[in-house]
């Protein structure tokens, strides 16, 4: 068989079509019933590529010219890669090959109804297994029509099995040159030139995490996004919601989008299609509507369901139809695979930000420059230098092996050098804007991906350490360990800790972080001086008012650290901002007053009853609201925090419940930071309006000692263990426990002493809130203290 329907292709056709078209295969035989759009097509097949080969004596030329190959010299490569794609363009299809190959054609374009484009794409039959990827690394040709242009792209396609980067990689991986065949498929073209595309996975690409399908997107053909020329859209949604019908978008960036491409005039190879300039009122907005991120979550999880394993997917939204459709889909090849070993980085030092960009993986490495402004100069890095550019393609692979670390001007995190990064093992920093202008060649840098989401180049060469465990069960103990997590971005790789949820999710590092305005400017953003309007107007890109940006960036972020944990607890604590915090934010000096002390004034549960306050706090009970009953993350539970009377403590909660935090309301647990001696004084009184405390040890210790924690006049007698804090700890435990109610603690105190975590566990509290750097060392410290200590499936 020379040539086959797409249709009548399945997974068991590997062999003969290769991995990329069996799959397309697959989908429309099996999935077309479960709404998977794919467009159709035909393909050749292996045995067709052979018989190309030996009609013409190419094979035996080519066998003998890579037979003397060393792929390490990379300009002997080039020149081996060169020839041998010459040989195949020149060479014409057998007769009965092209005959084939037309009539096939004929037939599908009378079905696309007259006049139609096709993409011609390649699937080698060692492609897409799960422990390799081969993608982007043969050619695909968009936009082609007429069957002699078809042909002439098949020939590309045929010769791009030899490009310079595909032969490396098969000599890296183990493959026999003459084992991997090429097989071509012409598939009906998507108009997204007029509407969408992009990549998504069915799992978080940095850290793993399953629970997730993570949506890169971007206008125009998918080519950008796949090469990394553009710095497209990003989207989380959450599977678990996402099943139960819930809109289950926690996560969005917006990216620049500055270019796409579209169709051009003409149906030739290599001329038909451009790259032109988005306008710059759509870089500004999403390029995906919610309903369609959730249509395509949805069929990345039947997709995924079906595979049996995480996958990878390119997809197309037809501007000419509205309708998505499933392009590829290939099983993802790095993150999925299980590694019995966990490592972590963590950087010893500091220095100054040379650029930011986003972050892939989560290693650091630094060396020395070398600016390459294209793959003609590539030789010049040497093993361990980082490699600095504007963006790279598959031809870059067989010096990207020698680099201790990649950065580039553009791409986004499912862009080639985010691909190869994660398969070699390197730290990359995408999508930066201008690495190539503001690094120079032969500088030392760091290059850090281990910070969340960002990836940072720092200038020098900073220490940075390196730990590993061992994946596996805990040992039980009869205290849970939670976590203290501010950083929504790295909520998916502390939630493969060991952990029994959260106990301490900041609200005011989304704030600071995540939106970096005050609450108050976005309420009066048409009342605003025009150079602070403009500041607002830039960050709240892609939403629809300043005051939604504020409302809905709160909500990713805290849902995105509940979709980590669920079914979990996550103690999610309102806002602890003090004013001179709150100062530092956009806008923050025209609201806020200068305290002597703001320690002691403004802050907490008084902040939330105040007049002046209380339409801001109304802003986080709105998001935290639609958290819990629209996203349906029902794990989420209220911290408040500073609460210095009974009667303010009263005020609260009815503010809560008038804005729709209704204490037992679909299961809503309310509890108290317990951080003040008159909080543990009448612990009992207190107890009766929350459903529990969470212990502050930090406040709970400068207020019991009356000292300045922030002083460090007297920062040597700030200490938890002091017996006056214990006598307070005691008496709170005490009465949560005398009630029936949940206690724990989430302050520095037991992440900083193992035997204050020690003496807590005797008192009887439930919980201990670490962060997420001393899990494991506390968890195991705290095993020793119980022999009868059994095995634990919290790992």
């Known amino acids: 068989m020379r040539v086959a329907w797409l249709k009548d292709l399945r997974l068991k056709d590997l062999a003969e079509v290769g991995g990329k078209n069996a799959s397309l295969g697959e989908m429309i035989g099996a999935l077309a019933a479960a709404g998977i759009r794919v467009p159709g097509g035909f393909a050749t097949t292996a045995a067709a590529f052979h018989e190309f080969l030996d009609s013409n004596g190419l094979k035996q030329r080519i066998a003998e ?30 007769a009965p090959l092209e005959q084939e190959i037309r009539e096939h054609y004929q037939q599908l374009e009378g079905q696309a109804g007259g006049k139609a484009s096709f993409a011609v794409r390649s699937s ?57 065949a090429l097989s071509a498929a012409v598939q009906q073209m998507v108009r997204s030139d007029l509407g969408a595309s992009g990549v998504l996975f069915t799992l978080d690409t940095e850290s793993g995490f399953r629970d997730v399908v993570f949506i890169t997107a971007s206008y125009g053909l998918g080519e950008m996004v796949v090469q990394g020329a553009v710095n497209p859209d990003e989207f989380y949604v959450h599977k678990p919601m996402l099943e139960k019908n819930r809109p289950a978008i926690v996560r969005r960036a917006l990216g620049s989008k500055l270019q796409k491409m579209v169709f051009s005039q003409s149906a030739t190879t290599g001329k038909s299609t451009r790259v032109v ?63 019995d070993v966990e490592e972590r980085f963590a950087l010893k030092g500091s220095s ?33 230098d980082i490699l600095v550019t ?24 499912t862009c080639h050098a985010a691909i190869i990064a994660r398969e070699l093992g390197i730290p990359a920093v995408v999508g930066c804007g201008e690495a190539t202008r503001r690094l120079k060649d032969g500088q030392q840098v760091t290059v850090s991906c281990a910070e969340g989401d960002t990836g940072n180049v720092y200038e020098g060469l900073i220490p940075f350490e ?68 403009g500041k607002l107007e830039e960050k709240a890109r892609g939403y629809a008012t300043p005051k939604d940006f504020f409302r809905e960036k709160m909500v990713e972020g805290v849902a995105t650290i509940a979709a980590a944990f669920w079914p979990k607890q996550v103690i999610v604590r309102l806002s602890d ?78 503010l809560l419940v008038q804005n729709g935090l209704e204490r037992g309301k679909n299961g809503l647990k309310i509890v108290m930071m317990c951080e003040l ?70 302050g520095q105190g037991p992440s900083d002493h193992p035997d204050l975590a020690r003496w807590l566990m005797e008192q009887g509290i439930e919980s201990l809130s670490l962060n997420p750097d001393t899990v494991v060392s506390t968890w195991m410290a705290l095993a020793e203290d119980a022999p009868s200590a059994k095995k634990s499936a919290a790992a």
Request: neutral net charge; aromatic residues 8%.
């Open 65 to 94: 010219r890579l037979s003397a190959l060393d792929p390490a010299d990379v300009k002997a490569l080039a020149a081996c890669g060169k020839a041998i794609r010459s040989w195949i363009l020149e060479t014409p299809f057998p």
């Open 124 to 180: 080698a039959t060692a492609e897409d297994l799960p422990e390799a990827s081969f993608a982007g690394q043969q050619e695909t040709f968009l936009n082609i029509s007429g069957a002699d242009n078809v042909l002439e792209a098949m020939r590309h396609v045929f010769a791009s099995l030899y490009n310079d980067r595909a032969i490396s990689y098969r000599v890296h991986q183990g493959f026999a040159h003459g084992a991997v």
């Open 277 to 339: 300039d988005v306008p710059e009122a759509e870089r500004h907005r999403f390029s995906l509507s919610d309903e369609d991120i959730l249509e395509l979550a949805r069929y990345a999880v039947t997709i995924e369901r079906h595979y049996g394993r995480p996958m990878d997917i390119e997809w197309g939204k037809d501007g000419a139809d509205g309708r998505i459709y499933v392009l590829q889909a290939r099983p993802e090849t790095v993150k999925s695979r299980k590694r």
């Open 352 to 384: 100054r930000v040379l650029v930011t960009g986003r972050a892939i993986g989560n290693k650091i490495g630094s060396g020395t420059v070398r600016v390459i402004a294209d793959a003609s100069k590539m030789s010049r890095v040497k093993d361990g």
């Open 390 to 413: 504007d963006m790279t393609d598959p031809n870059w692979e067989p010096v990207m092996k020698v680099a201790a670390a990649i950065v580039t001007n553009r791409g986004g995190r």
């Open 466 to 533: 390196v730990t590993s465990r061992s994946r596996g069960e805990m040992p039980r103990i009869p205290v849970k360990i939670t976590m203290n997590v501010g950083n929504p971005e790295l909520a998916f790789e502390f939630a493969q800790l060991p952990n029994a949820g959260v106990g301490l999710a900041r609200l005011e590092f989304i704030i600071n972080n995540e939106i970096g305005v005050h609450p108050r400017a976005c309420l009066e953003y048409p009342k605003l001086p025009a150079p602070l309007k």
């Open 577 to 654: 901002f003090k004013s001179n915090e709150y100062r530092k934010l956009l806008g923050g000096e025209s609201y806020e007053p200068e305290e002597e002390n703001p320690m002691l004034g403004w802050r907490g549960a008084s902040r939330y009853v105040a007049k002046d306050f209380r339409e801001c706090f109304e802003l986080e009970c709105a998001a935290l609201k639609k958290v819990r009953d629209e996203l349906g993350l029902t794990n989420v539970e209220l911290m408040v925090p500073f609460v210095r009377t009974i009667s303010e403590a009263k005020e609260v909660i009815k």
């Open 677 to 746: 001696p008159s909080n543990a004084i009448l612990a009992e009184e207190f107890l009766e309006l929350f459903d529990g405390f969470s212990i502050g040890s930090n406040d709970l210790t400068q207020l019991t000692l009356g000292l300045d924690r922030d002083s460090g006049l007297v920062a040597e007698g700030f200490d938890e263990r002091d017996a006056a804090v214990k006598a307070m700890l005691a008496m709170a435990i005490g009465a949560c426990r005398k009630h029936g109610k949940y206690v724990g603690i989430c």
